[in-house]
T-cell receptor
Framework: DSGVTQTPKHLITATGQRVTLRCSPR?????VYWYQQSLDQGLQFLIQ???????AKGNILERFSAQQFPDLHSELNLSSLELGDSALYFC??????????????FGPGTRLTVT | AQSVTQLGSHVSVSEGALVLLRCNYS??????LFWYVQYPNQGLQLLLK??????LVKGINGFEAEFKKSETSFHLTKPSAHMSDAAEYFC?????????????FGQGTRLTINP
């Protein structure tokens, strides 16, 4: 158990809909990262937040957005869903957002299926 | 841009045999490198990390990796495979974007253990 929690575990929804994925980081970690894992794209970094502020953006679509709240939990919002958005979405946390040596601890993921 | 390449999307070994999973990196600066393991239907678990303190890094579950700058490699090994090692393994390099850390993952290697 990494200490990172994600809800829900599974999500099935229709095209065009909007969903929210939730993540709670390990106790004491200030940074939260979101990743998408799919068969064709592999593991892709989406976005990072540090202590409530956006720090880095990766391959995140404009239809997707995220935020980190004062209690440090984070939400990833996916809207106007398409079939291609079906994937595993992982949240990870680390102590710091700067410096390259900090390991990231991953949650169990949310499996999103868009039908 | 920093990247990693994992040679071999599938590796199959017999129980008790040596495990060797290959990872080559591309980086213009001294890299921070990580190996993660993903068991079926689970999140990623950190196996080990290289942060320039020592070239031979020992991780959990009997795995170790050696950083070789001349070969730009960070291969993962385990002397004797166990059935429980069957999983997908990811090599990752840490990059810094505007002061924020981002992990770039390889495509993964699926390890199968034959009885």
């Amino acid at each position: 158990d990494s200490g990172v929690t994600q809800t829900p575990k599974h999500l099935i929804t229709a095209t065009g809909q909007r969903v929210t994925l939730r993540c709670s980081p390990r106790s004491g970690d200030l940074s939260v990262y979101w990743y998408q894992q799919s068969l064709d794209q592999g593991l892709q970094f989406l976005i990072q937040y540090y202590n409530g502020e956006e720090r880095a953006k990766g391959n995140i679509l404009e239809r997707f957005s995220a935020q980190q709240f004062p209690d440090l939990h984070s939400e990833l919002n996916l809207s106007s869903l398409e079939l291609g958005d079906s994937a595993l979405y992982f949240c990870a946390s680390s102590l710091s957002g700067a410096g390259g040596s900090y390991e990231q601890y991953f949650g169990p993921g949310t499996r999103l299926t868009v039908t | 841009a920093q990247s990693v390449t994992q040679l071999g999307s599938h590796v199959s070994v017999s129980e008790g045999a040596l495990v060797l999973l290959r990872c080559n990196y591309s980086s213009s600066v001294p890299p921070y490198l990580f190996w993660y393991v993903q068991y079926p239907n689970q999140g990623l678990q950190l196996l080990l990390k290289y942060t320039s303190a020592a070239t031979l890094v020992k991780g959990i579950n009997g795995f170790e990796a050696e950083f070789k700058k001349s070969e730009t490699s960070f291969h993962l090994t385990k002397p004797s495979a166990h059935m429980s090692d069957a999983a997908e393994y990811f090599c990752a390099v840490s990059t810094i974007i505007q002061g924020a850390q981002k992990l770039v993952f390889g495509q993964g290697t699926r390890l199968t253990i034959n009885p």
